[in-house]
């Protein structure tokens, strides 16, 4: 198959369904624009809404989990913090306690990694998955790429920032 781009956002969302050993993800937005009105009413001081596609999240990674399948991914903190990221170490313990291995990296060991600026999944260990997102942080294409050059690339990445990354609970409890 090698690299294409998937055709809608309901392809990418069945490649989820395809997962049977692992799941890993490099999340290195600063933003996404698809959280920004949550954002905001966390800004504003407001309650958090949960939505139907929340809900079906979370109970897709304790799915994984009750049968044994990882979940794990690391968020790059940008320096300053925006926002955003702010948020998300405030909002992330749902996920944690649903079963995902949340870690977290300062943007300059990332960096000091060479750790490509676009996000991105391994599935299983035999797929990338590729994120594009334009200048306003909106997904504008996903590419899926099962090439093994291109596979072990994204596992070495993968396997040089996880040791570093801090995991989320710790990093919540100042143990960086």
Known sequence: MSRRTLNAAEDFAALFKTVRRSSWRWECQGWYAVDVPDVERWLRGEPAVETDEDRAWVEYIAGLRASGVPFARVRMLTDPLTDYLRWMLATTDRNVEAGEDIRWVEQRDAAGLGLPDYDFYIFD?????????????????????????VVRQHQQWRDQVWPLAIPHTDYRAGDR
Do not use: N, Y
Not at 133 to 141: E, M, N, R, T, Y
């Open 125 to 149: 260990d035999d797929r990338v998955v590729i994120l594009r997102f334009d200048d306003g942080k909106q997904l504008v294409a996903v590419e899926l790429d099962d090439d093994p050059d």
